[in-house]
């Protein structure tokens, strides 16, 4: 069967959470899925079975990578381990922006470092501001994670398709990435603040994390197709 041509505007939209337990079949489902995808999410589930070497796979096939690891701890632990995933030739990384302004600085300075010594481009520090899957989240709490986030000089953002106007209102030229995609009508199992395709790019989300809709669907390579294709329209 030839590939599909996907125009590579619509690919670097499209990251595919990898949330498997192995790198052989991360792997497998890379592969299949490389003409829809640009962006491969390495989140902490691949990253604890595999740890870094599912990144150097993964940019060997092409994709730019996403080091999902959600960074959470005291500034200095977080700029270290910032400075070594900085090293390692990845184009995003996540840290969780409830650390604050101090966590995120240090994390933003250790990725610049890991990568000015690497001789690389470094990659974007992307804070989370509330995980898609929180039904609570008190509405005041994402203009402030996302102030810190840009006083502390990362460069994107992580929010719900639901939470993209107050963001691009508050950080219009931060790069928004989306999780909880769902196509109409898919279910949106965890997830509790869930948005299609076409929503969150008309939005303003800039990339968009598609995961189980794909990865569990009985036949992922449609489910890909008519995700593309919902953005090509
Ligand atoms: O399978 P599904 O599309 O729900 O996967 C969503 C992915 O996005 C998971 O890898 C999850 O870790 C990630 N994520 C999220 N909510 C955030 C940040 C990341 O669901 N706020």
């Given at each position: 069967m030839s590939e599909p041509e996907i125009p590579d505007h619509i690919r670097q939209h499209l990251a595919l959470a990898l949330d498997v337990d192995d790198l052989v079949a991360a792997s497998r489902l890379a592969r299949e899925?490389?003409?829809w995808f640009?962006?491969?999410k390495v989140g902490l589930e691949l990253f604890s079975a595999a740890g870094p070497e599912a990144f150097g796979v993964l940019q060997d096939m092409g994709y730019a990578v996403?080091?999902?690891l959600k960074l959470h701890d005291i500034p200095t632990t977080v700029g270290r381990a910032s400075r070594v995933l900085g090293a390692l030739g990845v184009r995003y990384v996540t840290m969780h922006a409830h650390g604050d302004v101090a966590m995120l600085s240090a994390g933003v300075e250790g990725?610049?470092?890991g990568a000015t010594n690497a001789g690389l481009l470094p990659p974007v520090a992307v804070a989370v501001t509330v995980l898609t899957s929180d039904r609570d989240a008190p509405p005041h709490i994402i203009p402030k994670r996302v102030r810190a986030a840009m006083e502390a000089g990362c460069g994107g953002i992580v929010c719900a398709g639901t939470d993209l106007d107050d963001v691009r209102s508050l950080?219009?030229?931060m790069?928004?990435?989306v999780p909880g995609i769902r196509p109409a009508g898919a279910s949106s199992d965890d997830q509790a603040r869930v948005a299609t395709p076409?929503?969150?790019i008309d939005a303003g989300a800039d990339l968009l994390v598609v995961g189980r809709a794909v990865t569990a669907s009985d036949d992922r390579l449609a489910a890909a197709a008519a995700i593309a294709a919902e953005l090509s329209d």
């Open positions: 899925l490389k003409p640009g962006v491969a996403f080091a999902d990725l610049n470092e950080a219009p030229r790069h928004k990435v076409r929503q969150a």
